[in-house]
């Protein structure tokens, strides 16, 4: 199949093409008119993602060197995400695809996060053939859920308030970085120490004396960002500016010791032996090596997105919908537009 996947959730206007399951084009524009209000304004990726999306496609096709005519299924993001930026995409989508006369797929957007370690292009890998645990952080999100062979999947714990990559975000603004703070708390983080400052870690082996912590796989970040705060309000601006990288190093140790952890309880409590990291968070090179040592202690399998594919991308919402078409799944006829982090019809309740 030709597969034609168009993403618009937040501010990455992304169209790609999927040749018989491989990746031939993977176009991804990046807004960058939100970086002065130091966060994604809603309106304006809106009306970038109009702007945008007709020549994201065009490129998206020729670079794949197949026409609209060629093409055999569509799809597209229907949430979660911003709703007016996924309406651009999922309009453009039902629209082009009414007029090719061919089928119509929406893809849930923390799905195709879920899968987006088993992209074919590159890594070479395939979708575990046992029970795996992933691990979505981005944004917008953190999660954990048990992914099934069928590709159902449970989840079984996600943040009761601010994200992981919005606590990179936040609190790098608080250190005067430019948005999105992320990568550039990764880069500072290099040459920092992250045992500087010991921010607090919730609902963590480190946040309690008791033991009530355990088998409790929520996130809570909403704390560290107040802490962080709180500690810089007590330092001058002097002395903020000459450890600003021993700063960075402890809020992203932070972070990042609160995910590992519990991934690999989720993982072992369950006698799971794979694991996978997917969103933009997944790009973190602390991470990265963090849950790599954790699962190699353990014997665990850890699976991670090619670096392309851990931010938002179309690839991932054409691999999807290849990959569910391929096992026999029809596309819904009717269906819900998210703008939270709600889950199709694959998805348990926790």
């Known amino acids: 199949m030709n597969i034609l996947g168009i993403e618009t959730s937040c501010d990455e206007t992304s169209g790609a093409v999927l040749c018989g399951g491989r990746v031939c084009s993977n176009i991804v524009s990046s807004q960058r008119c939100h970086e002065i209000f130091g966060g994604v304004v809603p309106e304006l990726a809106s009306r970038e993602h109009e702007r945008l999306i007709v020549s994201i496609v065009d490129t998206a096709l020729a670079e794949s060197n197949i026409t609209k005519n060629e093409l055999d299924v569509i799809a597209a993001t229907a949430g979660p995400g911003l709703i007016g930026a996924v309406m651009v995409g999922l309009?453009?989508?039902?629209?082009?695809?009414?007029?090719?006369?061919?089928?119509?797929?929406?893809?849930?957007?923390?799905?195709?996060?879920?899968?987006?370690?088993?992209?074919?292009?590159?890594?070479?890998?395939?979708?575990?053939?046992?029970?795996?645990?992933?691990?979505?952080?981005?944004?917008?999100h953190t999660l954990l859920a048990v992914v099934a062979p069928d590709l159902s999947y449970n989840v079984i714990g996600r943040t009761l308030d601010d994200a992981a990559g919005e606590a990179f975000d936040k609190t790098g603004k608080m250190l005067g970085l430019p948005y999105p703070a992320g990568p550039v708390i990764?880069?500072?983080?290099?040459?920092?120490?992250?045992?500087f400052h010991l921010f607090p870690r919730a609902l963590t082996s480190r946040s309690q004396s008791s033991k009530s912590w355990q088998g409790n796989l929520d996130f809570s970040f909403s704390g560290l960002k107040t802490s962080v705060l709180t500690w810089l309000q007590q330092h001058s601006p002097e002395f903020i500016e000459y450890h600003k990288a021993d700063i960075a190093a402890s809020i992203q140790d932070a972070i990042v010791s609160v995910l590992v952890e519990k991934t690999i309880e989720a993982a072992n409590s369950r006698n799971i032996m794979a694991v996978s990291i997917a969103g933009g968070v997944s790009a973190n090179s602390a991470l990265r090596k963090t849950m790599k040592e954790a699962c190699d202690k353990e014997g665990i399998a850890l699976y991670l997105p090619d670096?392309?594919?851990?931010?938002?991308?179309?690839?991932?919402?054409?691999?999807?919908?290849?990959?569910?078409?391929?096992?026999?799944?029809?596309?819904?006829?009717?269906?819900?537009?998210?703008?939270?982090?709600?889950?199709?019809a694959g998805a348990k309740k926790g």
Do not use: W
């Not at 292009?121 to 944004?139: I, Q, R």
């Not at 500072?188 to 045992?195: D, T």
């Open 186 to 195: 990764d880069k500072l983080s290099e040459k920092g120490n992250p045992a």
């Open 91 to 140: 309009c453009f989508a039902q629209g082009m695809a009414y007029a090719l006369q061919i089928p119509f797929v929406p893809v849930n957007h923390i799905e195709a996060h879920i899968f987006s370690p088993f992209i074919n292009e590159g890594a070479g890998n395939s979708v575990p053939e046992g029970a795996y645990v992933s691990l979505t952080v981005s944004g917008g």
């Open 307 to 344: 670096a392309i594919y851990s931010t938002d991308n179309a690839a991932m919402i054409a691999t999807l919908a290849e990959l569910k078409l391929s096992r026999g799944m029809n596309a819904e006829h009717r269906y819900n537009v998210a703008p939270y982090a709600s889950f199709a």
